[in-house]
């Protein structure tokens, strides 16, 4: 019996760090990390355990909202990262914003930039979320200037 224990334990302590989901550490400079702590100031529209939603500093449409997990992970590529719940309540967010902003049913887009060619500035993941009016068709594009 107390082999077997032994044999748990040691088998514990070489795997744990592979089976124990950790928190990716955030940089201390990401601004969305300060917004979802308070520290920094946004105009926000929604919160839950898990994300939070707010205007975008620099709107680009009529309705232009951020929804960003709370717990900080750097892309779309690094989803899984985050616990399932966050990543259906990043979605579902989404359209619930959508709805509140009163642009459900005219239409509105949902945009993950991610990485350097789509031109993501701001490394911690966000949707955007944007519409209250016609939007450009062309807004997946190849950069027609390469
Ligand atoms: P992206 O290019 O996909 O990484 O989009 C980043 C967006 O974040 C961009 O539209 C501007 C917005 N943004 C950057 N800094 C701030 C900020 O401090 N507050 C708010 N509300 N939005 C910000």
Request: proline fraction near 6%; glycine fraction near 6%.
């Amino acid at each position: 019996m107390r082999r077997a224990l032994a044999l748990l334990a040691a088998f514990a302590l070489a795997t744990g760090p592979t089976l124990r989901a950790e928190a990716p550490k955030a940089p201390a400079d990401c601004i969305f990390c300060r917004i979802a702590a308070g520290t920094a100031p946004s105009r926000k529209v929604y919160e839950d355990p898990y994300v939070l939603a707010f205007w975008d500093i620099r709107p680009r449409a009529k309705v232009h909202l951020l929804v960003i997990p709370k717990q900080h992970v750097a892309s779309l590529k690094e989803l899984d990262e985050l616990p399932a719940e966050a990543r259906a309540a990043l979605l579902s967010a989404c359209v619930r914003v959508a709805r509140e902003e009163g642009i459900l049913d005219s239409g509105f887009r949902v945009i993950a930039n991610s990485g350097q060619d789509a031109g993501q500035s701001v490394f911690h993941l966000h949707f955007h979320v944007v519409g209250g009016e016609k939007l450009r068709e062309d807004a997946i594009t190849r950069d027609p200037a390469k």
